[in-house]
């Protein structure tokens, strides 16, 4: 199985020759793997594509990518942009009264599946041409662990609270006052608790236009903990803030789960995953290329897996070499 992404901003057909169209063997015996698309960019035809590479090495802006994949993957084809784009693999599995953890490099897809589970994202299994409707979605995971989750979040049973990775962001969607914000989302009860605990006390009769990227991120993590809901999921809680706050940030995140609730956060720090986390997701593949959700791990395991870049359940390796501190 290959997969061929085609980086639009890099794809410059007005400043080259059409090198991937013209050294590519396919093309010369007449087999349009390659071709200019309507936009006069190129489409690589993943089904023609030999995979040899040549493409990829002449294209003088690096906006050709091919991957081969193992067959076996197909079936477990989470999601897909459209043609040439970014494509996803597998999906973490939440679990209640615990903490999940994703661990991944940027562009490897952990923010898609925040999405998903949130129920903002519908995976369309790679048929981005014909997407499938929440229903073929719950039907496809029958008899699996995800079946009476989708079925709950599509189905309205009940919801899932999302912390999005862009906090900076927020200004522009919400207007007003941070304390008038935070009364109105409380729906646990527990404002008064979180507020002392996030240190936003002083925060509350300002504007969140005025607010600093630290200050927005507890904010955020403050809106999503007061809100009642069974399933919590943080995209990278610790940005813009510094290691007191992370630790307090990561205390309060993992007493969600204490409480019975389903918790997933993606996060870059090793030491704040390691401190929240009750296991461990990798994702590992080629950032704006492709990602693979790895098996659980418990989280000693899965930190160890990232930085020696091996799998050995699965018999992968990611990294050529590993991390050393």
Same mark, same amino acid.
């Given at each position: 199985?290959?997969?061929?992404?085609?980086?639009?901003?890099? #794809?410059?057909?007005?400043? #080259?020759?059409?090198? %991937?169209?013209?050294?590519?063997?396919?093309?010369?015996?007449?087999?349009?793997? /390659?071709?200019?698309?309507? @936009?006069?960019?190129?489409?690589?035809?993943?089904?023609?594509?030999?995979? #040899?590479? /040549? %493409?990829?090495?002449?294209?003088?802006?690096?906006?050709?990518?091919?991957?081969?994949?193992?067959?076996?993957?197909?079936? &477990?084809?989470?999601?897909?942009?459209?043609?040439?784009?970014?494509?996803?693999?597998?999906?973490? *599995?939440?679990?209640?009264?615990?903490?999940?953890?994703?661990?991944?490099?940027?562009?490897?897809?952990?923010?898609?599946?925040?999405?998903?589970?949130?129920?903002?994202?519908?995976?369309?299994?790679?048929?981005?041409? &014909?997407?499938? !409707?929440?229903?073929?979605?719950? &039907?496809?995971?029958?008899?699996?662990?995800?079946?009476?989750?989708?079925?709950?979040? =599509?189905?309205?049973?009940?919801?899932?609270?999302?912390?999005?990775?862009?906090? @900076?962001?927020?200004?522009?969607?919400?207007?007003?006052? !941070?304390?008038?914000?935070?009364? *109105?989302?409380?729906?646990?009860?527990?404002?008064?608790? /979180?507020? @002392?605990?996030?240190?936003?006390?002083?925060?509350?009769?300002?504007?969140? !236009?005025?607010?600093?990227? $630290?200050?927005?991120?507890?904010?955020?993590?403050? !809106?999503?903990?007061?809100?009642?809901?069974?399933?919590?999921?943080?995209?990278?809680?610790?940005?813009?803030? +510094?290691?007191?706050?992370?630790?307090?940030?990561?205390?309060?995140?993992?007493?969600?789960?204490?409480?019975?609730?389903?918790?997933?956060?993606?996060?870059?720090?090793?030491?704040?995953?390691?401190?929240?986390?009750?296991?461990?997701?990798?994702?590992?593949?080629?950032?704006?290329?492709?990602?693979?959700?790895?098996?659980?791990?418990?989280?000693?395991? $899965?930190?160890?897996? =990232?930085?020696?870049?091996?799998?050995? +359940?699965?018999?992968?390796?990611?990294?050529?070499?590993?991390?050393?501190?």
């Amino acid at each position: 199985m290959r997969v061929a992404v085609v980086d639009k901003e890099r #794809c410059k057909p007005d400043k #080259c020759t059409y090198e %991937c169209i013209r050294f590519c063997p396919m093309v010369r015996t007449r087999r349009e793997a /390659i071709r200019q698309d309507t @936009d006069g960019k190129a489409y690589v035809s993943e089904y023609i594509c030999s995979g #040899c590479g /040549i %493409c990829v090495k002449k294209c003088p802006f690096d906006a050709l990518s091919i991957v081969n994949l193992p067959d076996a993957l197909e079936s &477990e084809h989470l999601h897909r942009f459209g043609p040439n784009s970014f494509t996803l693999y597998r999906i973490p *599995k939440p679990r209640q009264g615990s903490v999940v953890g994703l661990l991944g490099r940027n562009g490897i897809g952990k923010s898609t599946l925040l999405k998903v589970l949130a129920g903002e994202l519908i995976p369309n299994f790679g048929k981005f041409d &014909e997407p499938p !409707t929440k229903e073929e979605v719950i &039907e496809h995971y029958i008899g699996t662990p995800m079946y009476e989750y989708f079925e709950g979040v =599509y189905g309205g049973d009940f919801k899932a609270i999302h912390k999005p990775q862009y906090v @900076d962001k927020i200004p522009k969607v919400v207007k007003g006052k !941070t304390g008038e914000l935070l009364e *109105k989302l409380d729906e646990r009860g527990v404002l008064d608790e /979180i507020v @002392d605990d996030l240190e936003l006390g002083h925060l509350l009769d300002r504007d969140l !236009t005025v607010l600093s990227g $630290g200050e927005l991120q507890r904010v955020a993590i403050a !809106t999503a903990i007061i809100r009642d809901a069974p399933v919590y999921l943080f995209d990278e809680p610790s940005s813009f803030l +510094d290691v007191y706050q992370r630790t307090r940030a990561a205390r309060i995140i993992r007493g969600l789960a204490d409480d019975e609730r389903m918790v997933i956060a993606a996060e870059h720090d090793l030491a704040v995953l390691d401190y929240m986390s009750d296991e461990i997701f990798i994702l590992y593949g080629e950032p704006d290329v492709y990602g693979i959700v790895s098996n659980v791990h418990s989280v000693r395991e $899965g930190i160890n897996i =990232y930085i020696n870049g091996y799998i050995p +359940d699965e018999n992968v390796r990611f990294r050529q070499s590993p991390i050393v501190f």
